[in-house]
């Protein structure tokens, strides 16, 4: 579909920074990026309250004046503007949204470590951590539960830990780091008093 004469006049006037222009192209497209913002937060899983679609929709409009309106300065016309912008868009949100997941598991990891490795470094907040430990324990079983026991509750070295559980002391670590891995990956945790 071509550029249709109407949107070819409002961007002429949207790019001349007619005032009354950024209103009537927040208007005409605002439903279009609202769906768009919708349609990709459900194909990656991801659920958003209003408040966070009407955001991402306004970052995305803050987007088109950046750099007098760049963005909109290399459109060519040779596709409709609303095909344009919902493409534009749509790359904006699957962007927004990765970089989101990725800092929240960041925070996912961060926080499941500063649980684990701060028992025992201030009584005031240990026993708080040590529930909180416990609780990610009884997410595992056997030898796991027995490592991660035995090294963030009770100190004990890899040494010791490879004779209790019965591996090679060399495989202590790394079946540690698995242990971690695997509860980052598993449903949320209950979050740390702390944060």
């Known amino acids: 579909m071509a550029l249709v004469e109407l949107?070819?006049?409002l961007l002429e006037r949207l790019l001349v920074k007619d005032p009354q222009a950024w209103q009537?192209?927040?208007d005409r497209f605002l439903g279009a990026v609202l769906h768009t913002v919708r349609h990709?937060?459900?194909?990656?899983?991801?659920?958003?309250?209003?408040?966070e679609v009407d955001d991402l929709a306004a970052d995305f409009?803050?987007?088109?004046?950046e750099n007098d309106c760049a963005i909109l300065r290399r459109f060519r016309g040779r596709s409709s503007l609303a095909t344009y912008l919902v493409v534009i868009a749509r790359r904006f949100v699957v962007n927004?949204?990765?970089?989101?997941?990725?800092?929240?598991?960041?925070r996912k990891e961060q926080s499941l470590e500063d649980i684990f490795s701060s028992?025992?470094?201030?009584?005031?907040?240990?026993?708080?951590?040590?529930?909180?430990?416990e609780s990610l324990l009884r997410r595992l079983k056997?030898?796991?539960?027995?490592?991660?026991?035995?090294?963030?509750l009770e100190n004990k070295s890899y040494g010791q830990l490879s004779e209790d559980v019965g591996i090679p002391q060399n495989s202590v670590g790394p079946m540690l780091s698995r242990i971690l891995a695997k509860l980052r990956k598993a449903p949320p945790?209950?979050?740390?008093?702390?944060?």
């Open 61 to 65: 409009f803050k987007m088109m004046l």
């Open 142 to 152: 056997g030898r796991e539960a027995a490592l991660v026991r035995g090294f963030y």
């Open 189 to 195: 945790y209950p979050n740390s008093a702390a944060g």
């Open 40 to 51: 990709v937060a459900h194909l990656r899983s991801m659920s958003l309250d209003t408040h």
């Open 96 to 106: 927004t949204l990765a970089k989101r997941a990725a800092a929240a598991r960041r």
């Open 119 to 133: 028992v025992g470094q201030n009584q005031s907040t240990d026993l708080e951590r040590r529930e909180e430990v």
């Open 24 to 26: 009537q192209f927040v």
């Open 7 to 9: 949107d070819r006049r």
